[in-house]
T-cell receptor, first 116, second 117 residues
Framework: EAQVTQNPRYLITVTGKKLTVTCSQNMNHEYMSWYRQDPGLGLRQIYYSMNVEVTDKGDVPEGYKVSRKEKRNFPLILESPSPNQTSLYFC???????????????FGEGSWLTVV | AQTVTQSQPEMSVQEAETVTLSCTYDTSESDYYLFWYKQPPSRQMILVIRQEAYKQQNATENRFSVNFQKAAKSFSLKISDSQLGDAAMYFCAYRSPNTGTASKLTFGTGTRLQVTL
């Protein structure tokens, strides 16, 4: 079954304690990205990756890091989490197609993160 | 930069009735994609329908259809014969065909739809 898997799904952590949210897709997709969802703001892109070792900032990258060492994995790293990073996080992926392409973006089930 | 506006924070519809959710967007691009996503209480993001800007015909998926007005930059979602399972948050989203942005979706702030008996 085609899927994007995120872990953990729920996490409560303390300010300053480094954490990693993992994301893995089994569809051999080139593109992967992270979004955060906050009330009244919709979803906003944090970081994205066009392929292995190719990553770039999205709209709200402050306080986050990512890596793409393998095609299937795209972890989100919070080096020193703060309460304003309390949010619902989504990982997403899609395949690359040259030219105009509207193929579907696949979302993970989301990870609830609370920083106290 | 593109923006997406959903001006209705909440909507309500009776079961079996029809409801229309509004979405407007701002872009200088001529080719792009528009989407409606449904987010039920489980928070899963479910693609409802999508529209390619170069297609004049409005997309339809069963009880869901869109009214795409390219000149007006409007993309509304019509849900016919509403069901209790349609109750959810609905997000309108825009995607540029520019692969350099890695398929970034620009989302609106969402419309929460209630379905009543």
């Amino acid at each position: 079954e085609a899927q994007v898997t995120q872990n953990p799904r729920y996490l409560i952590t303390v300010t300053g304690k480094k954490l990693t949210v993992t994301c893995s897709q089994n569809m051999n997709h080139e593109y992967m990205s992270w979004y955060r969802q906050d009330p009244g703001l919709g979803l906003r892109q944090i970081y994205y990756s066009m392929n292995v070792e190719v990553t770039d900032k999205g709209d709200v990258p402050e306080g986050y890091k990512v890596s793409r060492k393998e095609k299937r994995n795209f972890p989100l790293i919070l080096e020193s989490p703060s309460p304003n990073q309390t949010s619902l996080y989504f990982c997403a992926s899609r395949p690359f197609e040259p030219g105009l392409s509207g193929n579907t973006i696949y979302f993970g089930e989301g990870s609830w993160l609370t920083v106290v | 930069a593109q923006t997406v506006t959903q001006s209705q924070p909440e909507m309500s519809v009776q079961e079996a009735e029809t409801v229309t959710l509004s979405c407007t967007y701002d872009t200088s691009e001529s080719d792009y994609y528009l989407f409606w996503y449904k987010q039920p209480p489980s928070r899963q993001m479910i693609l409802v329908i999508r529209q390619e800007a170069y297609k004049q015909q409005n997309a339809t998926e069963n009880r869901f259809s869109v009214n795409f007005q390219k000149a007006a930059k409007s993309f509304s979602l019509k849900i016919s014969d509403s069901q209790l399972g349609d109750a959810a948050m609905y997000f309108c989203a825009y995607r540029s065909p520019n692969t350099g942005t890695a398929s970034k979706l620009t989302f609106g702030t969402g419309t929460r739809l209630q379905v009543t008996l």
